[in-house]
């Protein structure tokens, strides 16, 4: 498998699309699905639109990233705007805050031992 080069050529271009912004909060986490809740309209930015048609069916924010060949800091911009505006919903990855029984992990690393 041969590696493609890191896209170092475009800065201004990145800069551009972000609207100068450099950084966002991180309420959007890498495997947060986004839904797209209405369809792009004339006079967007090409790559908004890009994720509302990508975003027709839930996608994680790394597999927009990585299908709209953009740094995962850029698509978080991108996708609190369309946050901000009520075009895409995003449905965090459900958290569970308890871990499991430690006698049940005991019994079955016993168990493993014994296969």
């Not at 990145?14 to 909060?25: A, C, E, F, P």
């Amino acid at each position: 498998m041969t590696r493609k080069p890191v896209d170092t050529g475009a800065p201004d271009r990145l800069y551009t699309v972000t609207g100068g912004r450099s950084s966002v909060d991180d309420t959007l986490d890498l495997v947060t699905l986004i839904v797209a809740e209405c369809q792009p309209t004339t006079g967007m930015q090409s790559e908004h639109t890009r994720i509302l048609n990508l975003c027709r069916h839930p996608t994680s924010v790394v597999e927009i990233s990585a299908e709209l060949e953009l740094p995962i800091t850029v698509c978080r911009i991108l996708l609190a705007d369309l946050l901000d505006t009520g075009r895409i919903t995003a449905r965090h990855p459900p958290v569970n805050p308890s871990l499991p029984d430690p006698a049940l992990l005991k019994e079955v690393l016993h168990g493993l031992r014994n296969l």
